[in-house]
C-alpha cells in the first residue's frame, strides 16, 4: 500500500535550518508529485510548494520562496523540505503528500506531519 | 492568486443534513477536492474532482460544484463526522495547490 512516512518531530533555535524528509513506499515514486503542506497551532492547511518526483523539478507558494528548498533522491524514494533562518512563526506540522502530476492535482496520501518547533 | 472562502464553522444535528459551502471566482469551471482532517491526524480526501467518492467513504458523503459555490454535503450526519473539512482547487495559471481556510462541523 502507498505509505509516506516523514522524519521524527524537530526543536530548534530561531534562526537555524531543519530538514524534513518523507520516504515513499508501495508506488512507482518517479509517477507522482510530492506537495509540503504545513499546518500552523490551531490554524488551516496551507499549501507551500511541490516538487516532480521525477525531475526535480518545483514550483512554491510565493510565500515560501527564497527560504524553502524542496529535493529528492530518487534511489530511496525519499523527498526533503529545507526550512531556512527559522523563526517562532514557522512553528507548525508540516506534512508531505501526494498527487499525481496531471489534471487537478487531488491529494490521495499523505504523510503523518512532522511537528517542528521553532523556539529559543 | 485564487482565493476559496469557506464558513469558519457549521453545525447540525444528528441524523439531519451538513452543507459545506467552499466560495470562489467561477468555481464551477475548476474541480474541487474535499478533505476531512479530526484532530491529531493527517487530513484525508473524501470527494474528489467535485462528486467522485474514494473506496472507504460512505455514501453519506456528496459533492456538487456549479458557478460560484461548491458544496460538501453529509446526509445523516454521525458524531463520527465531527471534524475540519477543507475544499481544494489546482490554480492552473500559477500550478498552485489553493486550501480554503477550513470548516469545523460539530455534530450537536
Known amino acids: 500500500q502507498v505509505q509516506l512516512v516523514q522524519s521524527g518531530a524537530e526543536v530548534q533555535k530561531p534562526g537555524a535550518s531543519v530538514r524534513v524528509s518523507c520516504k515513499a513506499s508501495?508506488?512507482?515514486?518517479?509517477?507522482?508529485?510530492i506537495h509540503w503542506v504545513r499546518q500552523a497551532p490551531g490554524q488551516g492547511l496551507e499549501w507551500m510548494g511541490w516538487?516532480?518526483?521525477?525531475?526535480?523539478?518545483?514550483n512554491y507558494a510565493q510565500k515560501f520562496q527564497g527560504w524553502v528548498t524542496m529535493t529528492r533522491d530518487t534511489a530511496i524514494s525519499t523527498v526533503y523540505l529545507e526550512l531556512n533562518r527559522l523563526t517562532s512563526d514557522n512553528t507548525a506540522v508540516y506534512y508531505c503528500?501526494?498527487?499525481?502530476?496531471?489534471?487537478?492535482?487531488?491529494?490521495?496520501?499523505w504523510g503523518q506531519g512532522t511537528p517542528v518547533t521553532v523556539s529559543s | 492568486s485564487y482565493v476559496l472562502t469557506q464558513p469558519p464553522s457549521v453545525s447540525e444535528a444528528p441524523g439531519k443534513t451538513a452543507r459545506i459551502t467552499c466560495g470562489g471566482n467561477?468555481?464551477?469551471?475548476?474541480?474541487v477536492h474535499w478533505y476531512q482532517q479530526k484532530p491529531g491526524q493527517a487530513p484525508v480526501v473524501v470527494i474528489y474532482?467535485?462528486?467522485d467518492r474514494p473506496s472507504g467513504i460512505p455514501e453519506r458523503f456528496s459533492g456538487s460544484n456549479s458557478g460560484n459555490t461548491a458544496t460538501l454535503t453529509i446526509s445523516r450526519v454521525e458524531t463520527g463526522d465531527e471534524a475540519d473539512y477543507y475544499c481544494?482547487?489546482?490554480?492552473?495559471?500559477?500550478?498552485?495547490?489553493?486550501f480554503g481556510g477550513g470548516t469545523k462541523l460539530t455534530v450537536l
Open positions: 503528500a501526494r498527487s499525481s502530476t496531471y489534471g487537478s492535482r487531488w491529494i490521495d496520501s
Open positions: 508501495g508506488y512507482a515514486f518517479i509517477d507522482y508529485y
Open positions: 516538487i516532480d518526483s521525477n525531475n526535480g523539478d518545483t
Open positions: 467561477n468555481i464551477g469551471s475548476k474541480s
Open positions: 474532482y467535485d462528486t
Open positions: 481544494q482547487v489546482w490554480d492552473s495559471s500559477r500550478a498552485d495547490v489553493v
